[in-house]
């Protein structure tokens, strides 16, 4: 069940809009209690419910309205591997900070800027948020099993030799192309929710520092298209700003889509905006053929379509059919302005057999 954003961010009163402040109530400790207990490096494993600290954030997040209480529904939800929910929660943050930085709480008045700082520290650290990102299921199968953002980024690297890229590939064949769709959407949804994040607490530092949201970015990046280069019919991004100065979350998977690009070919990604592009595009389609469907007749007329790109019409015309320049010539001269209606017509029968009365297009 989605979350019902605008409820869980409306003023609870006229005096105090963001409800009381709950930060020593019994609930709120049981809920960071959670947070303290071990969690394993290796697989992200624990003995902690997830599910019932879920409740209880969302519980105590009717109460009040505290900037922890999105930041604990975040994690909780990413060590719950629970990927829509982490993509609500990201939004709810966001929306949070945007419309309630009067007066959410922890309280300026009496923490100050870092006090609300402090709670978005914990995404961006790797044991904290960005490690058990990346074990967070994105794509399953009942036959061929589960597969995290993890798993995806090392398919878009290394294609058909990594282990379990077939039960992969299975899966997203056997796999709905909207719910794929779907899914990138969601991932972009938060991507653009810590960007949201980043600006309000950026805005407000007021001399301070801001939480440096880089790392979180980078990851997320990386790890949305690396789907996007193994999912069918999608686009690799191309971050703006100085996410995409280095060209790590933008083009380490560009023309990847879960085999090589081709050594000497260059990677393709974005839209195309001039000829050059036309051609890495065909060049990134060819490569897909011969490592995916070596039997495809495609790459053969790709390659005839690239010789092309440089070519006029008449040149592509006589490379297809040379004994019917001439006729194509008679035709297109025969349209010109100030043509004698005759040589119209006797083009017109020369070439086509057509009669005088339809060769007037």
Not at 325 to 353: F, I, K, M, N, Y
């Amino acid at each position: 069940m989605a979350l019902d954003i605008a409820a869980l961010t409306a003023p609870l009163s006229e005096e105090a809009p963001s409800g009381p402040d709950l930060s020593y109530d019994d609930l709120r400790m049981e809920i960071e209690g959670a947070f303290d207990r071990p969690i394993s490096a290796e697989d992200g494993e624990s003995d902690v419910d997830w599910r019932k600290v879920i409740d209880q954030i969302l519980t105590q997040a009717e109460q009040t309205r505290d900037i922890w209480l999105p930041v604990y529904l975040i994690r909780a939800a990413t060590f719950g591997r629970r990927f829509e929910l982490l993509a609500d929660a990201s939004e709810l943050l966001a929306s949070l900070l945007e419309e309630r930085w009067a007066d959410v709480h922890p309280q300026l008045d009496e923490y100050g800027f870092i006090g609300r700082k402090a709670p978005c520290e914990s995404l961006t650290r790797i044991s904290d948020f960005l490690g058990p990102l990346s074990r967070v299921p994105l794509i399953e199968h009942p036959r061929f099993g589960r597969f995290s953002a993890e798993d995806i980024e090392r398919f878009a690297e290394k294609g058909p030799s990594e282990d379990g890229y077939g039960p992969f590939r299975a899966t997203i064949e056997a796999g709905d192309p909207e719910q794929f769709a779907a899914l990138l959407a969601r991932f972009d949804s938060i991507r653009q929710a810590f960007r949201r994040i980043d600006g309000v607490l950026t805005v407000n530092a007021e001399g301070d520092t801001a939480t440096n949201f880089k790392p979180t970015h980078e990851k997320l990046d990386r790890y949305r298209n690396a789907l996007a280069a193994v999912l069918p019919g999608q686009m690799v991004d191309e971050p703006a700003g100085e996410e995409g100065d280095d060209g790590d979350a933008s083009s380490s998977y560009a023309g990847s889509a879960g085999y090589d690009g081709g050594a000497n070919t260059a990677a393709f990604s974005g839209s195309i905006r001039n000829r050059d592009d036309v051609v890495r595009a065909l060049d990134a389609i060819c490569n897909y053929y011969k490592a995916m469907e070596p039997g495809s007749p495609v790459p053969f007329l790709l390659q005839r379509a690239r010789e092309w790109t440089s070519l006029d019409f008449m040149t592509v015309l006589q490379d297809l059919a040379p004994g019917g320049l001439d006729e194509a010539a008679l035709v297109l001269r025969s349209r010109r302005p100030g043509q004698e209606p005759a040589a119209q017509t006797e083009s017109a029968g020369d070439g086509w057999g057509e009669t005088p009365a339809s060769s007037d297009w």
